[in-house]
């Protein structure tokens, strides 16, 4: 079969005809069965053709230069076509003669109503409230006794110096044999220690001088910011505006230019006619499972995710392979082809 997910029964039939074809006689070392017959669309006159028949048949429907151990599907190369847009005239340039009515501007006249003229005025004093500082007890010194500051301190005393002592040995052998006496063993005894604390001085006992501030006491008071005055104020003259209409531009006639409209059209244009080719591709035959594992771990290795590496082609591979196909610019095939393989670098 063809290392494609799904529609296992169709891929099958086709992989036994190509491995006719192509020298493949067998999958997996037994004998394939009689071929089924394939839908038409695909390989018209191969389905149900014998390795008998296919002597006879057209050099079209042989993969050209096979060798054995190869394998080969048919596929269609669908027809490619490009986008063409062409330019087509929908209306001729012309002309059209257009009134432009004349135009009003509205304006207004500043008109004096009473005229400016003049009075005095009398301008009061200003008072501000302003604070004042008082001083009610001047500043003193007084002594002050400072304690003596101890602290707690841990001290680490020997309490008994390291020394040997011998002990009977242990374990399941306490003789060596029955003329042996008990094993004795001299051991190390470490020398242990204790931890004391002990109050010292740390800072002795001082005196030291302390300033009593001044006391003051904020007060509050009343006093002249601005002295009282007369001053001149002007009373400007009073208008009112009156709306006018002017004419701004006479009507008149001019001739406005209608350019040709154009519209795209876009079409569709043959560059290369639909083909069949015969593809190299990986079927039961050629491969083996630790070759498909390699394949995987390329795969992987390409930074494409193929699932488990166990040698089986699922969803998953096909995926993988079907996204490195698009990344590489290969065919992109509902199997693995062998120009996939090789950019793969698996041989």
Request: hydrophobic residues 40%; glycine residues 4%.
């Amino acid at each position: 079969m063809f290392l494609r997910a799904n529609s296992f029964t169709t891929v099958a039939s086709v992989a036994v005809v190509v491995a006719a074809l192509s020298g493949c006689s067998s999958f997996g070392g037994k004998q394939p069965a009689a071929p089924t017959k394939l839908p038409t669309a695909s390989l018209p006159s191969v389905a149900a053709a014998t390795p008998a028949a296919m002597s006879a048949a057209d050099d079209s429907l042989v993969p050209p230069n096979a060798k054995p151990g190869q394998c080969f599907t048919r596929v269609w190369n669908a027809p490619q076509y490009e986008t063409v847009t062409t330019r087509q005239l929908v209306e001729d340039a012309g002309s059209r003669i257009e009134v432009i009515p004349a135009s009003y501007k509205s304006g207004s006249k500043r008109v004096l109503v009473k005229e400016a003229s003049e009075r005095i005025e009398t301008v009061p004093a200003t008072y501000k409230t302003v604070t004042e500082r008082v001083l009610i007890k001047p500043a003193t010194k007084k002594l002050q006794q400072v304690p003596a500051v101890y602290e707690t301190v841990t001290e680490r005393v020997l309490e008994k110096a390291a020394h040997t002592v011998w002990k009977k040995g242990t374990g399941p052998i306490q003789k060596i044999d029955a003329q042996s006496g008990e094993i004795m063993c001299l051991v190390d005894v470490p020398a242990s220690y204790k931890t004391i604390q002990k109050r010292v001085l740390k800072t002795p006992a001082t005196t030291k001088t302390i300033t009593i501030p001044a006391e003051y006491r904020t007060v509050e008071k009343r006093v002249v910011a601005t002295a009282a005055s007369t001053r001149s104020v002007m009373i400007p003259a009073q208008y009112k505006t009156i709306n006018t209409t002017e004419v701004a531009s006479p009507a008149k006639e001019r001739r406005i230019e209608i350019p040709a409209r154009y519209k795209n059209v876009t079409s569709q244009k043959l560059v290369s006619e639909g083909s069949m080719e015969w593809r190299e591709i990986l079927c039961e035959t050629n491969m083996t499972r630790s070759r498909i594992m390699d394949i995987q771990k390329a795969l992987q290795a390409a930074g494409h995710n193929p699932g488990n590496i166990d040698g089986n082609i699922g969803a998953s591979t096909m995926d993988a392979v079907n996204a490195f196909q698009r990344a590489k610019g290969l065919p992109v095939d509902k199997y693995l082809n062998m120009a996939t393989v090789r950019a793969l670098g698996v041989i």
